[in-house]
């Protein structure tokens, strides 16, 4: 279980497909929604991966812009830092890029807890049990991190979204 934050995916964008098959090899680029899709079924019925031949390869539109990499943690740890960004408990949301920003800049002023947390079960700020280890200021990292997203999406007029 995994959080992901990610530029959202805007109307200019949703032309290009990648497709990757089951099996983990990228087919290539596609232009266009029902292109992508035919090319998928075609491959999905010369595919050797029975996965990919009963649900066909992983059909996803690419980001136009740079710099908008994915920002990805273990759930435990997204939900964590979400909490700091003051968003407890959200596991899908979405937020302007700047206002973003604020909360980044905020929650490094006032500062958190980002101490290791050894592996095994524990309590997280939540109240819930959690798996997720991590090793001391990992939380600031992820932070940078989504500054990072969270400056790229800004200059592409983006909102953020994680899911
Ligand atoms: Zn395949």
């Known amino acids: 279980m995994s959080i992901t934050f990610a530029a959202a995916i805007i109307a200019t964008d949703i032309d290009v497909f990648r497709l990757t098959c089951e099996s983990g090899e990228v087919l290539g680029e596609f232009v266009g929604h029902t292109n992508a899709y035919t090319e998928g079924d ?7 991966d029975t996965l990919c031949q009963q649900y066909g390869p992983e059909i996803l539109p690419l980001p136009a812009a740079e710099g908008l990499d994915e920002v ?6 997204a939900l964590d830092v979400l ?25 490094s002023a006032i500062g958190f807890d980002d101490a290791e947390r050894p592996e095994g079960l ?9 798996t997720a280890a991590r090793r001391p200021g990992y939380l600031s990292e992820r932070l940078a991190a989504l500054r990072t997203l969270a400056h790229a999406c800004a200059t592409a007029d983006r909102t953020v979204v994680w899911h």
């Open 42 to 48: 075609l491959h999905a019925l010369i595919c050797a």
């Open 72 to 77: 990805n943690m273990a759930t435990d740890n």
């Open 83 to 107: 909490a700091v960004l003051g968003l407890p408990g959200q596991h899908e949301g979405e937020i302007p890029a700047a206002l973003l920003l604020d909360r980044i800049d905020t929650a």
């Open 122 to 130: 524990a309590y997280g700020p939540l109240g819930v049990m959690t």
